[in-house]
Nanobody, 124 residues
Framework: QVQLVESGGGLVQAGGSLRLSCAAS????????LGWFRQTPGKEREFVAA?????????YYDDSVKGRFTVSGDIAKNTLDLQMNSLKPEDTAVYYC????????????????WGQGAQVTVSL
């Protein structure tokens, strides 16, 4: 089993910045990818960004956050951060850290472990 704990998030005005962090523990040797998803009430959980275990790590972003969000971390060190800049009200959501044993996919079904979620609220 893998445990994921998120920290960070909060309330910020539009145009501001927030940072999320995720720490993995347990059977972390099984992790092949770490990612961030977000979810708003009544909607499906959607992909935000991820890193894949490879030489030097490989990064993936949803088009809606490219150029504004930066994912960093190291699977080997069991850490994942998400720097969120130029935040918009539509970024408001609960953000989840997730770990996959098989690779990066844009679908939540491809991730096997989940954190408890961190609220990000962006006001006008």
């Amino acid at each position: 089993q893998v445990q994921l704990v998120e920290s960070g998030g909060g309330l910020v005005q539009a145009g501001g910045s927030l940072r999320l962090s995720c720490a993995a523990s347990g059977h972390t040797f099984t992790i092949y990818a770490l990612g961030w998803f977000r979810q708003t009430p009544g909607k499906e959980r959607e992909f935000v960004a991820a890193i894949r275990r490879s030489d030097g790590n490989t990064y993936y972003y949803d088009d809606s956050v490219k150029g504004r969000f930066t994912v960093s971390g190291d699977i080997a060190k069991n850490t994942l951060d998400l720097q969120m800049n130029s935040l918009k009200p539509e970024d408001t959501a609960v953000y989840y850290c997730a770990a996959s044993k098989s690779g990066v996919t844009y679908y939540p079904q491809g991730f096997h472990y989940w954190g408890q979620g961190a609220q990000v609220t962006v006001s006008l």
